[in-house]
T-cell receptor, first 113, second 120 residues
Framework: GDSVTQMEGPVTLSEEAFLTINCTYTATGYPSLFWYVQYPGEGLQLLLKATKADDKGSNKGFEATYRKETTSFHLEKGSVQVSDSAVYFCALISVYGNNRLAFGKGNQVVVIP | GAVVSQHPSRVICKSGTSVKIECRSLDFQATTMFWYRQFPKKSLMLMATSNEGSKATYEQGVEKDKFLINHASLTLSTLTVTSAHPEDSSFYIC????????????????FGPGTRLTVL
């Protein structure tokens, strides 16, 4: 079945540091890929998405490129802020999955001033 | 646009009572809504898929008689936790899938802010 794998463990970094969160996927066909962000005590917000190979999603300084050859959708931001502290979820929807999102386990990102 | 609300945001109830959680799409019609459960420091677990005007489809292991879902209109789905027990305490999140194409966002789910349920 469809699945998403995110790197293990929380990520702690200093303000203005470079952030990378790895995400790889397994899916039938050509899924749409998403990054969602969850701030403390809140629901999920769509951060960015990409629907086909080589597409780059971007929003609020975050970027992720749909890499079909490596089945990856890594999230990057060049200079993080304290306000970026949140949990980040990688997810996919496959055309064969009845619109059901498959989520990764999420990564807690803590940005220290 | 594409705002989803949930009510209540937080509820505390006694063991054995039933709790209803509402999920509304405020500015679009959603033929499909999803209900998730999130445990502390865990990812989201899909509980069921709710389609307007038809019975919900439950994921394996989710008791349909305990978690009643009603999708009565294109903008409202409800989840009722019947005879709640402390192990039902969790963060419940809904999402909505637009029924019509919204500027290319056909496959994007929009999430509600979540409901924190605590059963004493």
């Amino acid at each position: 079945g469809d699945s998403v794998t995110q790197m293990e463990g929380p990520v702690t970094l200093s303000e203005e540091a470079f952030l990378t969160i790895n995400c790889t996927y397994t899916a039938t066909g050509y899924p749409s890929l998403f990054w969602y962000v969850q701030y403390p005590g809140e629901g999920l917000q769509l951060l960015l998405k990409a629907t086909k190979a080589d597409d780059k999603g971007s929003n609020k300084g975050f970027e992720a490129t749909y890499r079909k050859e490596t089945t990856s959708f890594h999230l990057e931001k060049g200079s993080v802020q304290v306000s970026d502290s949140a949990v980040y979820f990688c997810a996919l929807i496959s055309v064969y999955g009845n619109n059901r999102l498959a989520f990764g386990k999420g990564n807690q990102v803590v940005v220290i001033p | 646009g594409a705002v989803v609300s949930q009510h209540p945001s937080r509820v505390i109830c006694k063991s054995g009572t039933s709790v209803k959680i509402e999920c509304r799409s405020l500015d679009f019609q959603a033929t499909t809504m999803f209900w998730y459960r999130q445990f502390p420091k865990k990812s989201l677990m899909l509980m069921a898929t709710s389609n307007e005007g038809s019975k919900a489809t439950y994921e394996q292991g989710v008791e349909k008689d305990k978690f009643l879902i009603n999708h009565a209109s294109l903008t409202l789905s409800t989840l009722t936790v019947t005879s709640a027990h402390p192990e039902d305490s969790s963060f419940y999140i809904c999402s909505a899938l637009p029924g019509a194409v919204l500027a290319g966002e056909r496959d994007t789910q929009y999430f509600g802010p979540g409901t924190r349920l605590t059963v004493l």
